[in-house]
């Protein structure tokens, strides 16, 4: 499963601490990835965070991020974000494959 956050700037130092905390490493652990919004073509300005994780993971990444003021993406939003941070992650790993190929 998969859920898509977008966030402003003026959270990310709040939201940074939560996802790089040293005395909770939940978030290192299932895997996270952050973009600018411009990078994946959105007309957004601020950040979108992506976790793919099982369901119970991303229910208690959810809980972790209430309060922070993160908007979860639903709809085609999320289904034209996810596609590019999937596709970006397909391009960096065919890159891989390239150099050792």
Known sequence: MENV???EDKV???VKKILESEEDD???RIGFTVRECKLLGSER???FLYL???S???DRAEEKLDG???EKLIGEEKKIVTKAFIEEEENAAS???MIFG
């Open 5 to 7: 956050y977008f966030y």
């Open 56 to 58: 119970e993971d991303l």
């Open 68 to 70: 922070l003021g993160l």
């Open 26 to 28: 939940f978030f290192k």
């Open 52 to 54: 793919k994780a099982n």
């Open 12 to 14: 990310s130092n709040d």
């Open 95 to 97: 890159g891989m494959g």
């Open 45 to 47: 300005k601020g950040y």
